[in-house]
């Protein structure tokens, strides 16, 4: 039942990592010139 | 940023997660493996969109010689860029179990390998210091003549012998509904997800334009 769900989760966790980091990096962005 | 969009994305990542997660078939012999195809593939058109962005941008650019639309391409490159990384991280996780290694030379993930290239050459071309309008103009050319490479990848499937091809040929039609459908949401979200990502990024590089007095 539960094949290969620590690579379903490693991918589910890499692509939201790399999404809230952009998110997270671009808002320091922001503050900095805004 | 544009808060309402932004707010509108958790929710449909939100519930796009609990479908795939929760609702969607176990696929035999693949099972959670299978569900990181309803990642992968949302994220590959996002990239590819991305890139259509940037191509328009470029034509746009070249015609008006508006930095406007330099940013518009700028931030839909950043966006393309990490989303294509991200296919070529994700398809190597299902691909270990599945086909057994992470990567094979094939003509799909070449090609796909071949424009996160170009790209990391374009950001490379962004930072080596010429001045703002040379750069958007050599962005603006580099960003159309990328482009090239899609049609490229959609017909590397068709183009090269079948015997070289070991990507999933099936076409998207011929899934069951309990596939399809939420496929077809997580597209919807993640295709939401970059025009609040792109909206937000023009917005920095507006804000840092204006800072270095080029708006």
């Known amino acids: ?34 | 940023m544009n808060l309402a969009l932004f707010i509108l994305s958790i929710i449909l990542m939100i519930f796009n997660l609990v479908w795939i997660i929760s609702f969607t078939p176990m696929v035999p012999d693949q099972e959670w493996a299978q569900k990181i195809f309803y990642l992968h593939v949302p994220l590959a058109w996002v990239g590819f969109l991305s890139y259509f962005f940037v191509m328009l941008s470029g034509v746009s650019y070249l015609g008006s010689r508006n930095l406007k639309y330099d940013r518009i391409g700028h931030a839909a490159a950043e966006i393309g860029t990490l989303f294509t990384g991200l296919v070529l991280i994700t398809g190597p996780i299902w691909a270990t179990p599945i086909w057994g290694q992470p990567w094979v030379w094939e003509p799909r993930l070449i090609t796909t390998l071949v424009l996160f290239l170009i790209y990391i050459g374009y950001f490379i071309l962004r930072n080596v210091g010429l001045y703002r309008q040379r750069v958007a103009l050599v962005c603006a050319i580099v960003g159309i003549i990328a482009f090239l490479d899609i049609p490229i990848i959609f017909a590397s499937v068709n183009f090269w012998a079948a015997e070289i091809q070991s990507h999933p040929q099936m076409g998207m039609s011929k899934q069951p509904s309990g596939i399809l459908y939420p496929f077809l949401f997580s597209l919807f979200a993640f295709t939401n997800l970059f025009f609040t990502m792109l909206f937000f990024k023009i917005r920095v590089l507006y804000s840092k334009d204006k800072k270095d007095n080029y708006v």
């Open chain 1, 1 to 34: 039942m539960f094949s290969y769900l620590n690579y379903f989760l490693a991918a589910l966790f890499i692509v939201f990592f790399v999404i809230v980091s952009w998110f997270i990096f671009n808002i320091k962005a922001l503050e900095k010139t805004d």
